[in-house]
């Protein structure tokens, strides 16, 4: 059974930077998804098996980047110019079927493991 391991979250001031890691125990098509309370789960962004394929919520282009380790079996979301709407859980989830396509990969139900979650505040 596919297990994660979520890091790196915590308290910022706007503009600042975090940078959460998500490491698996394998190598999968992995994403990031966040939930604010009372807010729905939003996309984040995603790569693909291969870091060949990468794609990111309009909400967060330009300021976060997806990256992967492929060594480690680990994903990075860097986080910069943190905004206080940017405060939620945020959550990895893996993949582990068939490839995706970049349609699919923003969706929460292309995913079948999803990690416990990890608290990212930014403080105005």
């Known amino acids: 059974q596919v297990q994660l391991v979520e890091s790196g979250g915590g308290l910022v001031q706007a503009g600042g930077s975090l940078r959460l890691s998500c490491a698996a125990s394998g190598l999968y098509h992995m994403a990031w998804f966040r939930q604010a309370p009372g807010k729905e789960r939003e996309f984040v962004a995603a790569?693909?098996?291969?870091?060949?394929?990468?794609v990111y919520g309009d909400s967060v282009k330009g300021r976060f980047t997806i990256s992967r380790d492929s060594a480690k079996n680990t994903v990075y979301l860097q986080m910069n110019t943190l905004r206080p709407e940017d405060t939620a859980v945020y959550y990895c989830?893996?993949?582990?079927?068939?490839?995706?396509?970049?349609?699919?990969?923003?969706?929460?139900?292309?995913?079948?493991?999803w990690g416990r979650g990890t608290q990212v505040t930014v403080s105005s």
């Open positions: 989830a893996v993949q582990t079927g068939l490839p995706t396509t970049s349609q699919t990969m923003v969706r929460p139900t292309t995913y079948d493991v």
């Open positions: 790569i693909s098996r291969l870091a060949r394929t990468t």
